[in-house]
């Protein structure tokens, strides 16, 4: 139960650092310049985060929650980490698995509470699970904890990390950073090495996984590259228990479990169970008996499980762990014989299919010096002792996980942080108008690996108004991207000449879905062939633009008063050959020659023009007369 933190009246100096995990979570703090977990008011080193109400609206947090889950389960609300900074449609398949009620309001995503007729946002839950860490902080350093350090998977996004944030604030809480779990490690880890390693952190939680490749020594942790899956955690391996567990039972009595709550709890805590009794041994058996009534009938489930089934029904979900894994090897230019040390992080690295997976395809042993449930809140712990002067001698560099950019001309997503860029970070790139005279510009910001702005994900929109009216090309406009320590986007647009600006702070992002992230990184690599030639069709086609504007703006002398027959046979020939391409719409069959042909009919009409005295280079300089000797 959360208890009230009023007779703590001493500010504390402390900064605690606090993994908010998707099943536990834990709090640590720096003392002595070496990271300690702080046990809760129940001796207990990890919290289990989750949150009930009572019938008589008392709150319960934690193991008191835990414990009445079965019996009230409308009303228990765990795993909500899988829901912040979500939208309502981006989990709706994974509300079906669950007992208590989700509905949407406005897309977002609100958490039904009967007992207190009322509804909590994601937000306000992980609060509750955040106020009782602190509680159980404050109580332990004699002094109230009011700053924190709180992790996140490193492949949260804007939206996620934001929502991370605000349920600190929630809480009553100053959240001085956001810090990436897989980084965290790290910290903890290699506190006290001296010498340089390539360290692996492999991450797989309740509900999130990352892996991330850092080097860590001689005073220095960063971030080579890191790669993961939002929702993947073992919650999707104790779901591949239950589906079993329930379509057994379907087949056997005719009844379908996924609409009995009680019944649903109930088969979801015994596939846990059941989870973690395989990583020890190779049987073992799930008993419920009286799981539900049919008529007057009592029915029950006794079922044999073994390891090697557990096993069969998780190969989707390891195939899933293979990929993140390879990426970031890749992605840090490194082979797994580069690979020093592999961590293992997260209560899921404990199941020995995974274990396996990562020996097979690292062929190194793994490190198990560092407790995988604690490590992530120690190295935050590592983290708010930096922030507070405590340790002075380290130097952190993350990295972003995703590229982001804009999208551009002919719909092509143009990068301007890209992945892996450390952070924080502030890059700015110049475009301008893609037609004459126009006087606002929308920034489209994009999140993603793929060349075109549809393959990648929607960040934030926004329009930069009051640009000088002046033809295509001739406006600057300087797009800023800042990515804070925290992982979090702003992005402003400037117009040189006029000065006028306009911003957006990225808060209300729609966000990555479940297997997004992971399939980027795939997609991207399978279109790469077809992407790189859509691409080259799409700059063909804006080059051709370009010239037939040029074309036009040379032919604006009144062609009709002249009588050059060079004239006229180049501008027979351009037309002839842009409509015959269209027409046909065989654009990707314009070779680079064509192109040169193009811009050589250009340049005749130009030096035509120039010649007779119609036509003043200098003042079409910006244009230029475009590549004569191309032709030669």
């Known amino acids: 139960m959360v208890e009230n933190n009023t007779n703590l009246k001493q500010k504390s100096k402390k900064i605690v650092g606090i993994d908010l995990g998707t099943t536990n979570s834990v709090v640590a703090v720096l003392e002595g310049a070496i990271p300690n977990v702080i046990p809760n008011a129940e001796g207990n080193r990890t919290t289990p985060s989750i949150v009930a109400y009572t019938q008589g609206g008392e709150i319960l947090v934690g193991q008191l929650a835990k414990r009445q889950s079965v019996v009230n389960p409308s009303n228990t609300f765990f795993s909500i980490k899988r829901f912040i900074g979500c939208k309502y449609e ?54 109230s904890v009011t700053q924190a350090i709180v992790t996140v998977p490193a492949y949260f996004n804007d939206s996620q990390r934001l929502a991370t944030k605000d349920a600190g604030t929630i809480a009553g809480l100053d959240v001085l950073r956001i810090l990436n779990e897989p980084t965290a490690a790290a910290l903890a880890y290699g506190l006290d090495k001296k010498k340089n390693e390539i360290v692996l952190i492999f991450d797989l939680g309740g509900g999130t996984f990352d892996v991330s490749i850092l080097e860590v020594g001689d005073e220095v942790f960063e971030v080579l590259a890191t790669s993961g899956d939002t929702h993947l955690g073992g919650d999707d391996f104790d779901q591949a228990i239950v589906q079993h567990v329930i379509l057994d039972f379907e087949k056997k009595e005719g009844v379908d479990l996924y609409k009995e709550k009680q019944a649903l709890q109930r088969v979801i805590e015994a596939a846990e169970k059941a989870k973690i009794e395989l990583s020890s041994i190779q049987s073992t058996r799930i008993s419920l008996p009286f799981i539900c009534v049919e008529g007057q009938t009592p029915k029950h489930i006794d079922l044999e499980f073994d390891r090697s089934k557990f096993e069969q029904l998780s190969k989707p979900l390891l195939s899933r762990c293979k990929m993140p894994l390879e990426n970031a090897l890749r992605d840090a230019k490194l082979t797994k014989g580069d690979i020093d040390e592999v961590i293992l992080v997260g209560g899921s690295t404990r199941i020995p299919a995974v274990r396996n997976l990562l020996i097979e395809t690292l062929n190194k042993p793994l490190n198990e010096t560092v407790n995988p449930d604690e490590v992530v809140a120690l190295g935050a712990a590592v983290q708010a002792g930096i922030i507070a002067g405590e340790i002075t001698d380290l130097i952190l560099l993350d990295v972003t996980p995703l590229s982001l950019g804009v999208e551009t001309m002919g719909g092509q997503m143009t990068p301007i942080i890209n992945r892996n860029a450390s952070i924080p970070v502030k890059q700015t790139e110049t475009f301008s108008t893609g037609a004459d005279y126009q006087e606002a510009v929308e920034i489209h910001v994009l999140q993603g690996e793929r060349p075109f702005a549809k393959d990648n994900k929607s960040l934030g929109l926004f329009t930069l108004k009051g640009i000088p009216s002046a033809p295509k090309g001739t406006p600057k406009i300087n797009v800023t991207f800042q990515l804070d320590v925290n992982g979090l986007l702003s992005v402003s647009a400037r117009e040189e000449q006029s000065g006028v600006e306009q911003s957006i702070k990225i808060e209300g992002a729609s966000v990555l879905g479940r297997e997004e992230v992971a399939k980027m990184l795939e997609e991207a690599e399978e279109n790469a062939t077809l992407d790189k030639a859509k691409k080259s069709i799409v700059s063909i086609t804006y080059e051709l633009d370009n010239l037939l504007h040029k074309m036009q703006k040379v032919t604006s002398v009144t062609l009709e008063k002249e009588n050059n027959s060079n004239v006229k046979c180049c501008l027979s020939k351009i037309y002839a050959l842009l409509a015959r391409v269209y027409k046909q719409n065989k654009i990707s069959s314009i070779s680079t020659v064509l192109l040169s042909k193009l811009r050589f009919c250009i340049n005749i009409l130009t030096l035509e023009y120039v010649k007779r005295g119609l036509f003043n280079v200098s003042e079409n300089s910006s244009d230029g007369i475009i590549d004569i000797d191309i032709a030669e």
């Open 90 to 143: 981006e989990i709706k398949e994974e509300i079906k698995r669950i007992p208590y009620k989700i509905k949407e309001d406005n897309s977002k995503i609100k958490i039904v509470c009967p007992n207190l007729a009322r509804e909590f946002s994601p937000e306000e839950i992980s609060a509750s699970v955040l106020k009782k860490l602190v509680n159980d902080a404050s109580r332990y350093l004699k002094e």
